[in-house]
């Protein structure tokens, strides 16, 4: 054996464990709170369900603040994580979407781990395609108790209309998993 020969065994780092991050509930009712929405300029039907509820979460008294990331590698990647980090400072809670593909999802849920360390209450949003792909993330950065609300797939497809209707359907889901309270 050459002493400039590496062995890969694993090419990932293990798991977190099995002791979950914690997650943080809004216990309250959400008038009067920050929400933030977190987008993805590449998801047309987020950003749509998303505008939804944004004025769904107006109407009920909460102000909201909107941010949207699209970089996944480079400077682009990392001013867009600083963005995050300092969304989830501004925030009483964040609804981070969305997990439609693979690198979307992970994204997704290191984003919506941003604001758990804020100790915010956070929903990741994301495709039953990849439901699996959240939970396995989300473990793997010790993150698994995390809120992941899961959405139909495919979306990206279908028309205004049934978007408008899922985004009608979930939203009282997404408050649920946020603790928001009558």
């Not at 943080?24 to 009067?32: K, S």
């Not at 993330?137 to 978007?163: I, K, T």
Request: net charge negative.
């Amino acid at each position: 054996m050459s002493s400039n020969t590496i062995w890969v065994r694993r090419p990932t780092a293990p798991p977190a464990g099995d002791v979950s991050a914690p997650t943080f509930r809004l216990e309250r009712p959400v008038a009067g709170l920050t929400i933030g929405l977190r987008t993805d300029r590449a998801w047309r039907s987020w950003q749509l369900i998303s505008t939804i509820w944004d004025e769904y979460l107006r109407r009920d008294g909460a102000q909201t603040i909107a941010v949207e990331t699209g970089a996944q590698i480079g400077q682009p990647a990392s001013s867009d994580r600083k963005q995050i980090n300092e969304f989830a400072g501004r925030v009483d809670a964040a609804i981070v979407g969305l997990g439609t593909c693979g690198s979307c999802t992970t994204f997704t849920i290191k984003d919506a781990v941003t604001v758990e360390e804020h100790e915010k209450p956070v929903v990741a949003v994301v495709c039953e395609e990849f439901t699996v792909h959240a939970h396995n993330v989300a473990r793997h950065v010790g993150h698994s108790a995390m809120n992941v609300l899961v959405l139909p797939y495919p979306l990206e497809a279908r028309p205004a209309e049934e978007l408008q209707q899922i985004a009608r359907e979930y939203y009282p889901k997404v408050l649920e998993l946020l603790g928001v309270t009558a």
